[in-house]
C-alpha cells in the first residue's frame, strides 16, 4: 500500500477546497437568480425544515477551514 505523502494531502485539501468554493458560488448564484425571476424579488430560504441546521452549523467552520487551505495552499503553488 502507498503511504499517502504531504503534497498528497495538500492537493486534496485543495482540490476540496476549489469544490466546495464553486459549489458555495453555483447555491449562492441559483439563489440570486430564483429570487431575481420571481415576480416579488424574494425567496424563502427555511432553515431547519428537516432538522438538519445543527449538522450544517457544524460543518461549515471546517467547509471555510478547508477553502482557506485550499487557496493558501494554491497562492504557495503560485509563488514558487
Known amino acids: 500500500m502507498k503511504k499517502i505523502v504531504v503534497n498528497d494531502k495538500k492537493k486534496a485539501v485543495a482540490i476540496l477546497g ?22 416579488s424579488k424574494t425567496v424563502l430560504v427555511l432553515i431547519d425544515h ?18 482557506i487551505l485550499g487557496f493558501y495552499y494554491m497562492i504557495q503553488k503560485l509563488k514558487e
Open 50 to 67: 428537516y432538522h438538519e441546521a445543527i449538522p450544517e452549523a457544524i460543518m461549515l467552520p471546517i467547509v471555510w477551514l478547508v477553502m
Open 18 to 39: 476549489y469544490m466546495w468554493s464553486l459549489g458555495i458560488s453555483f447555491c449562492l448564484t441559483l439563489t440570486f437568480y430564483t429570487a431575481y425571476m420571481n415576480p
